[in-house]
């Protein structure tokens, strides 16, 4: 999935601009999700714009009503995988499948346990999805 198919990636190229996602997450991280999901467009109205000649007032209000719309329609979670998955880097996957047969019984009970699942669930393999960084 590309970051603008996500939910997140849509609240920020709709409302604001997907060049400045670094600067939306830069304030989310600053202000804590928590102080602004309370915000109200009033407030975000009278919030004093102190950034001189660098933006205009206009571009600071859709910063930070993009940033508002995110912590109040995303969860904390959702963020912070947005974070990681899309802001960071650009994801890879890879479907994986561990089998029991390549495990003595204690190494794939271990398994199962770090995975939480129950082992009753679990047959004779278990197939994984990882995410990580793209090499360039």
Known sequence: MRYFETEIGGIINKNFDSRMEFAVFTFIMNKG???????????IDKMPHVTGNFISKDFFQALVKTAV??????STLDIMEY????????PQTRELTIYKEDFSNGGWNEIICALSLEKEDVGKTIDLLAIFPKNK
């Open 69 to 74: 719309k995110i912590c109040k329609e995303c």
């Open 83 to 90: 974070i990681c998955c899309y802001l960071s880097f650009e």
């Open 33 to 43: 999700t928590d102080n602004l999901k309370d915000l109200s467009d009033e407030q």
